[in-house]
Each structure stands twice: as structure tokens, then as C-alpha cells.
């Protein structure tokens, strides 16, 4: 397969432009990959956050767009705050609002990255590694890690520059546990530009939560883009931890499930098959709680939006046995985050629509799990994200506080760099 021909659809889903119905050939792949990567244009919506350490809410505004809107967003003044966003009154309606504060921007514009917490004996940080750089046409992909520290007032500090990652690498997935995270399949670059890759790389963290970066057993597919990754804690020598990376795309959605088990060592060993979806999935979101991966919007054959919310199934033993129905979603979204919270869960930001009517939102939702396992229905949240934006995969949740670093915009399709955090008033 050749893996630069393909990145025409598998990037993102494909457009009107894409359904071409030839192969997908190119040999303008840093163009390609860019404009299928793009949604049509859509005035984004933006809240001026200056006013947010002496206002108690924010007020939900849409602004019109401008020309300067997406090409000056990685160089927006920082809000003037040392006290972090302000806390909404307890046992007010408000109370079910997120409070915003701008902070120092990360060094580069980027999406597609993948952004973790970290807590060592040096403090608590956030860390953005990998990624792409969209300013239209052109497409670049990092290598770069950076970690700030995320400071008492839940702000965070200036941004380090962490061991690079072994190679360049986005659109891919990220599994985490307590000493590792593993990123797995995506997209990197050489000399002939972006092409897909079926790497896996280790981040080990020492004692002051600095990373040392090796790779592991490659994927046996060599174009998974967007997949989820997730790690299931073993049960000790009977069942060891595992990564599960789910769906992606390659030339069309996948429903194929693969799965390592992580060694003594941390390295991963051979990948197995797992229990294939019901349908293709991609574009999606997944989280693990009590042992179970959980599955939230993307998009299956035909760029269709998927309502269903998928959970797996797991035999006595904790082996991965299947998938099932466990609720639906409206007006399903793609490219999103999922961040666990509590006894919830919030989907944050991406896209919505299908073929024709797609746009990236600023939406936020949460739902709660109850005693039996179940998840209740989403609620929309007040105050949601400051800025419609769409690919940024991961928004940590750290004592309640979210972290959103980067994203992509409409119109332009460019990446920004702008930074929030979002006081969870829950």
C-alpha cells in the first residue's frame, strides 16, 4: 500500500472533493493532506476573555468572523490573571458553568497532538507532544515535547521543551498509565513530506516526570489514522495491562480492534486481533472507566455521524469479548475530546454534521454514570469552549480544572495556539 497515496482520504474523512471515485493518487500530498483536513467554512464563535478574573460568568457570544480572526489567534494578548478562573458561587445555577482563562500560549500553532497529565516529585504538568502545523496549504508535523507546570492557582507556568519525540508524529492515538504513555499509528514526515506510519513509541517518565522516548513492536497495519488508544490495567500474571487501539482510517473507516499486551519491561508485545466493532469507526473519542472502553461520536462509512455509544464487554477473566450498544448521542460529534470527571464524563469541541453540513463547534456536554454502570443522558454545558475548534484529542481533567491547548479553526483551517483552562463548576 503506498502509505502517501492514501493520506487523501485518511487525514480526515473525505469531502465532496474527495468523492472522486479514483484511487486517491497524489503526488501533492502536503496539498492533499491539508484540504482534506479542512471543513467548510464556518464563522467561528470566540468569547473575549478578558473580563474573566472579576466576572463571575461569562457571557455566551458569537462573533461574526473576520480575515484576522483564525491568522491572529496564536498571538492573542494572555488575560492579566494570578488567582486562576474564578470559582462560581456553591449551590447557584451557575454552578453548572465552566469559568475560562486564557493563558500563555503554547510555543507553535498545532492540532492534532496528544496532551496528558503528569505528577512527579518536580509537580504536576501538562504536556502537549507531536502534532501538526495547518496553515494553508501546508502541513508540517512535530517531533516536539513540551510540559507546563500547572501551578497552585491551577494556571499554568512557562512552557519546557522535553526530549523530542523518535520521529515526527500526529493523527495518532494515545494510551496512558501511571509510569508510561504509548503513542501509536498516525501520520509522520521526511524529506517527501507527510505520510502514514505504524510506529509505537514509549514515553517513560522518571522521578522529576521527565520523558525518555524509545519505540516498541509496530502496528501490523500501516494506515490507522485517528484511532483510539486506550490502556486496560491487568489483573497480574493471568491478564497483564494492555493497549487497545481502536478503528482509524485507512483508505475507508475501519472496524478492526487490535490489542498489545505490555510486558514486564513496558515494551509492548505482539498485536492480536481483537473483537471487531459493529460497524467502521473513526474520528472518534474513547475513555476507560471500571475497566471498560467506552466509545463517543466519530464517523463510520460514508462520513455518516454515529449517534450510538459503544462499551465493551469483557469475559470473567477481563479478556475483551465484544461491544455493545449503551446509549445514543444527538447530533453526534467528531474529532472531539472525552475527559472522565468524577462520576461523568464530558465530550468537548470537534465537529458536527455530515457531508455538506459540517462545521467545528465550541460545544461541551456532560453525563453522569449511575450505581449500576449505566450512563444518564448529556446535558449541555454553560459557558462551553471559548473558541470553536475541532482536533484536539485529549483535554485532561486535573482537580478540577480542564486543560484545551491548540486546535484547528474555521474558515482558514489553520491551527492556533491559544490555551484555556476551564474551571469545572460541578
Known sequence: MNHRAVLLFVV?????VL?????????????????????PDVAPDSFDLD???????????????TSAADTTADTHDVADSDTGPTPC??????????QWA??????HASDHHVTFVHSSDAGTYLYVAGGATSKQPALDIWSEVWRARIADNHLLGAWEAEAPLPGPLAFDGLAQSDVAVYLVSGVSEDADGP??????????????????????????VAVRVHPSASFLYGTGGERPDRVVIVGGTSDVPLATVIYAEV?????????????????PLTHHAAVVKNGRIWLFGGLTTDNATVPTILRSTHSASGGLKGWEAAGT??????????????????????GRGGPGQERYIDRMRFARWDADGELGSFIDVVNPLPVARSHVHQTPIQDGYLYSVGGRVMPSGNSIARAFVGYLAF
Open 19 to 39: 468523492a472522486c471515485g479514483d484511487s486517491g493518487a497524489s503526488t501533492q500530498v502536503d496539498a492533499d493532506v491539508s484540504a482534506a483536513d479542512t471543513k
Open 195 to 220: 505520510a502514514a506510519t505504524n510506529v509505537a513509541y514509549i514515553g517513560r517518565f522518571d522521578d522529576d516526570g521527565h520523558l525518555a522516548w524509545s519505540t516498541t513492536t509496530p502496528l501490523p
Open 51 to 65: 473580563a474573566v478574573e472579576t466576572a463571575p460568568e461569562l457571557p455566551d457570544l458569537e462573533v461574526a468572523d
Open 263 to 279: 510486558q514486564p519491561s513496558g515494551e509492548l508485545g505482539l498485536w492480536r486481533d481483537g473483537p471487531d466493532l459493529p460497524a
Open 12 to 16: 480526515m474523512p473525505a469531502l465532496a
Open 89 to 98: 458561587p456553591p449551590g447557584t445555577a451557575d454552578c453548572e458553568s465552566l
Open 102 to 107: 486564557e493563558v500563555e500560549p503554547f510555543p
Open 329 to 350: 448521542l444527538d447530533d453526534p460529534p467528531w474529532t472531539h475530546a472525552a475527559s472522565l470527571y468524577a462520576d461523568g464524563v464530558f465530550l468537548v469541541g470537534g
